[in-house]
């Protein structure tokens, strides 16, 4: 079935960007999402991804697409304190459905 | 964005007893609606897919006479942990998908199951 990995955790000062990478390992994928998750809270969707785009940006989030390497990335422009919290890819698959599967998720920590 | 809320946010309970969680879609229609499982510090787990008008789908390993799935109507969907242990203690997460182009899905904010 499919994989979706990230790495654990991430720790930025505030007004650095962050960079939180996912990788996948179905091509069948045909949207990408990004969503928050803060403590205690259900999931906020953030932004997607078509997979037949490379890039999208939204204000301060900037998604790219690299599906020769099945790598996403979301990176936040001028991090703040109150992006803290934990960040998850997930991915849509041709006949799944809407099923989603979630990436392991990161934990981002901001600092001041 | 679309809203999706779920009763209660929290709820303690004794071992044996059984315990309703409720997912609604607030200001659009879910022909299917989905619930996940998130143990501490862990990703969501997708547990079943809740079809309004015929029977829930279960992932591989979720007992379906353990966790009753009942999609009522095009807004809510009930998930009833029946006679539950504390190994049933979980943050339990409801979604629906917009029915949009995209079929976005939209996620209520989770419930806190603890049972003693």
């Known amino acids: 079935g499919e994989d979706v990995e990230q790495s654990l955790f991430l720790s930025v000062r505030e007004g650095d960007s962050s960079v939180i990478n996912c990788t996948y390992t179905d091509s069948s994928s045909t949207y990408l999402y990004w969503y928050k998750q803060e403590p205690g809270a259900g999931l906020q969707l953030l932004t997607y991804?078509?997979?037949?785009?490379d890039m999208k940006q939204d204000q301060r989030l900037t998604v790219l697409l690299n599906k020769k390497d099945k790598h996403l990335s979301l990176r936040i422009a001028d991090t703040q304190t109150g992006d803290s919290a934990i960040y998850f890819c997930a991915d849509k698959l041709t006949g799944g459905g809407n099923k989603l599967t979630f990436g392991t998720g990161t934990q981002l920590k901001v600092e001041l | 964005g679309a809203v999706v809320s779920q009763h209660p946010s929290r709820v303690i309970c004794k071992s044996g007893t059984s315990v309703k969680i409720e997912c609604r879609s607030l200001d659009f229609q879910a022909t299917t609606m989905f619930w996940y499982r998130q143990f501490p510090k862990q990703s969501l787990m997708l547990m079943a897919t809740?079809?309004?008008?015929?029977?829930?789908?279960?992932e591989q390993g979720v007992e379906k006479d353990k966790f009753l799935i009942n999609h009522a109507s095009l807004t809510l969907s009930t998930l009833t942990v029946t006679s539950a242990h504390p190994e049933d203690s979980s943050f339990y997460i409801c979604s629906a998908p917009d029915g949009g182009n995209t079929d976005t899905q939209y996620f209520g904010p989770g419930t806190r199951l603890t049972v003693l």
């Open positions: 991804i078509f997979s037949n785009m």
């Open positions: 809740s079809n309004e008008g015929s029977k829930a789908t279960y």
